[in-house]
């Protein structure tokens, strides 16, 4: 009896034809089809999981834990901190409430104002690590109009669906930070009567995105596929953090604030404020005067403040986070068996060098990398050094050589 040639029972192929051919009770299968067959089981899974994902309630985390691990990288902020993990907090609430009874909690999406530096955009990438939803970070100065060059506003939504794998379910949950929103404020106080391309028409189209409403996205983004089919996302359960350095703004609110009132006791009260702090007293009618269109304004209720930083602040930010600069050098110099050390007058040296500069946190890292950058420089190849002190001595050296001398500030 002639025996019958070998060949995948499923493409047909004969065993000469392939690298591999498995054998089975009375079956084989080629190496193709066993890569074929897992590539449909990786498919089937993964939409399985993540429409789990997308159905299922995030978990919920206090505000006092959202604060806590705040806590672990950002120094200070405290207000600001306490009014982010209340509204996501609130944001979980929200999506776990849906449809259960006839009370509908609207979302609070949330404006922060601070100086440059001061830790808006870190807050908003730190939170991100702690959070069981979606989320994305954008700039609002690529934006512009419709029909011009640049990004339409709907891309803010397509960096959303890139983050949770174009899974809509998902990103109808999740939280977007927009920052740089002052960047797109208009001029001056009265309405354009022409185009603002990059200005108040960005303001315009947002508008539907805080809202709610149903918007067609384009997946790739818009303009370099101008061919792609849209999908459809609802913003309805998407909470929007905005930010912004909003710089000048303290002359509109000291300006608010010296408004005369009758009676002793509101120039009392006048006299308390902090003429040296007034972003704290900001309100919705001063970023309305700043050049945000009412609408807007009105559609982002909770506005919280940035303090400026101290030298103290600096110090701490310079030392204690999780990811605080100083530990990152040391744990470069740690891989190249060297242990790093920084005299404390070194540091309060980069500290003064920041605050003179008016960089903020974001200062400390070029200052830090100048003095740096020379001793990272040699010290692979010089096996012999176990051990490296940056002096203050040593800084001034450094600093007084690189180009950030030649920063001077008003």
């Given at each position: ?38 590539t ?9 999981k993540?429409?789990?994902?997308a ?24 207000d600001?901190?306490k ?45 991100a ?7 994305a970070?954008?700039?609002?100065t ?8 640049g990004?339409?506003?709907?891309s803010?939504?397509?960096?959303l ?15 977007i930070y ?7 404020a ?18 315009q ?5 805080l809202?709610g ?29 905005c ?15 010296k ?10 009260d ?11 007293y ?39 986070p ?40 974001r ?48």
């Open positions: 009896m002639k025996k019958t040639a070998e060949k995948c029972s499923f493409c047909g192929k004969r065993k000469e034809d392939t690298l591999i051919l498995i054998s089975g009770q009375d079956a084989y299968i080629c190496e193709n089809c066993v890569e074929q067959a897992l449909i089981i990786d498919e089937e899974l993964g939409e399985r993540h429409s789990n994902a159905t299922a309630a995030p978990e919920y985390k206090t505000p006092e834990e959202i604060k806590g691990f705040l806590d672990q990288y950002i120094i200070g902020q405290d600001a901190k009014v982010l993990a209340v509204a996501v907090y609130n944001h979980y609430k929200r999506l776990n409430n849906v449809g259960k009874d006839d009370v509908e909690i609207e979302k609070s999406n949330i404006m922060m104002v601070g100086d440059t530096g001061t830790g808006k955009t870190l807050l908003a990438r730190t939170i690590r702690f959070l069981n939803v979606p989320f970070i954008v700039d609002a690529v934006f512009t109009e419709a029909g011009y060059v990004e339409d506003v709907e803010i939504l397509t960096r669906l890139q983050v949770c794998d174009y899974n809509i379910q998902a990103a109808e949950k999740g939280i927009i920052d740089e929103i002052d960047k797109i208009r001029k001056n106080d009265n309405p354009s009567i022409t185009r603002d391309v990059s200005g108040e028409g960005v303001q189209g947002l508008l539907k995105l809202e409403t149903d918007v067609l996205v384009p997946p790739q983004g818009g303009r370099k596929h101008p061919e792609q089919k849209m999908v459809k996302m609802n913003t309805t359960h998407i909470l929007f953090i930010g912004g350095a909003f710089e000048g703004i303290d002359k509109i609110i000291a300006k608010r604030n408004t005369h009132v009758i009676g002793y006791k509101s120039d009392k006048r006299d308390k404020l902090d003429r040296g702090n007034l972003i704290q900001v309100t919705p009618q001063d970023i309305k005067g700043f050049g945000l269109i009412p609408e807007l304004v009105g559609r982002v209720p909770i506005v919280t403040y940035l303090e400026p930083l101290d030298k103290e602040s600096l110090l701490r930010i310079l030392t204690e999780k990811n605080a600069l100083v530990k990152q050098y040391k744990k470069l110099f740690d891989l190249e068996n060297v242990q790093l050390t920084f005299d404390q007058e070194a540091l309060e040296f980069i500290v003064e060098k920041a605050v003179e500069y008016k960089l903020g946190a200062g400390l890292r070029s200052i830090c990398e100048a003095i740096m950058t020379d001793i990272m420089f040699t010290i692979p190849s010089k096996k012999d050094i176990k051990e490296f002190t940056v002096t203050l001595a040593l800084a001034q050296e450094k600093i007084d050589k690189s180009k950030l001398r030649h920063l001077k500030v008003a």
